[in-house]
């Protein structure tokens, strides 16, 4: 890696060093970077902030990474991801509303704010829908909901631990007709890097997570196209885009889009080194004071 650019200083927000997060790393000290890291646990420095050119945010806990992001940002210094995207990422029924005003496919969606208003939409939807918290991941919680039996079971189940309905709002979406798999598109600044199928021939859920095998395909123009209208949509950054190919309508859609994306197992398969793209993009920042109006 070349270690041309000018010196560097940069804050490493981590929950754990995992092999991920070492790779990066070492690609950073072999640039010159200075690198210091802060783990969950740690005291966040922000009185001497402003000396970090960027942080890089991989904390697992997506409300740790989103803090870590705000008050990192707020205190002048750039995130990688921006606190603005990880906040789109963690919330997959914002994700859904900025999709639709982005003209970008999707499934059919709704999100529910009742129990009660799930019965209508099971009507809506033709008796067949998939329930996701808006706030998880690693296909945890995300369920198929296919008669009014189900969603009696999944709604009462859920009112015994949750009787304010403090989970509320859930994202419904329709069930897409994705063979057995759906893609994985890693994406660093504007780039998606690499493309691969998740298939799983005994689970709908196709994380790699719960099982599913790695299948590298290209980048092909309609993944370009569709990751285009992504980084458009949410800005440059370092993601985890989830397509799937819809075998009824024959187009590609999005499914979410994941803000902190693993590649551990993953890129031992297809190659790419998601590690140094990830180092590259933080040489990359251009250091520069942000300074936040309203979003807070
Ligand atoms: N609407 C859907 N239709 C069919 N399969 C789906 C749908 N939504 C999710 N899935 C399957 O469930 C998996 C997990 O859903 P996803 O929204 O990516 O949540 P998570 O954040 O837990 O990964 C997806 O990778 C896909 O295999
Ligand atoms: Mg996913």
Redesign the pocket.
């Known amino acids: 890696m070349s270690n041309s650019y000018p010196r560097k200083k940069l804050l490493f927000c981590v929950t754990k060093m995992r092999e991920e997060e070492r790779r990066i790393y070492d690609y950073l000290l072999q640039a010159g970077i200075e690198v210091d890291v802060c783990t969950d646990s740690m005291q966040l420095e922000l009185e001497n902030i402003r000396r970090y050119d960027v942080a890089l945010i991989r904390c697992l806990s997506q409300s740790k990474a989103l803090e870590r992001a705000q008050y990192i940002e707020l205190a002048g210094v750039k995130t990688l991801n921006s606190y603005e995207a990880i906040k789109i990422c963690t919330n997959?029924a914002f994700q859904a509303i900025i999709f639709k005003q982005n003209q970008i496919a999707q499934?059919d969606f709704a999100i529910a704010f009742t129990f009660e208003k799930l019965y209508e939409y099971l009507e809506r939807f033709d008796g067949r829908f998939?329930i996701?918290p808006v706030s998880?991941?690693?296909?945890?919680?995300?369920t198929l909901i296919n008669s009014k039996f189900a969603l009696d079971a999944w709604i009462s189940a859920r009112e015994s631990l949750d009787p304010q309905g403090k989970a509320l709002p859930v994202l419904v979406?329709?069930?897409?007709d994705?063979g057995n798999y759906?893609i994985r598109v890693v994406i660093v600044d504007r780039q998606p890097i690499v493309a691969f199928k998740?298939v799983?021939n005994d689970n709908?859920?196709?994380?790699t997570h719960l099982g599913a095998e790695i299948d590298v395909i290209k980048v092909s123009q309609p993944i370009q196209e569709i990751s285009k209208q992504l980084i458009d949509a949410i800005g440059e950054g370092i993601y985890g885009l989830?397509l799937?190919y819809d075998h009824t309508r024959n187009i590609y859609m999005v499914?979410?889009v994941?803000q902190n994306p693993e590649f551990a197992k993953s890129w031992l398969i297809h190659k790419v080194d998601v590690a140094k793209a990830i180092a590259e993009s933080c040489l990359n920042v251009q250091p520069e004071w942000i300074h936040v109006k309203s979003s807070v």
Do not use: A, I, M
Request: hydrophobic content about 25%; some cysteine; overall charge positive.
């Open positions: 997959k499934p998939v996701k998880s991941s690693w296909g945890r919680g995300v979406q329709e069930y897409v994705k759906d998740r799983s709908w859920l196709t994380n989830d799937f499914c979410e994941n």
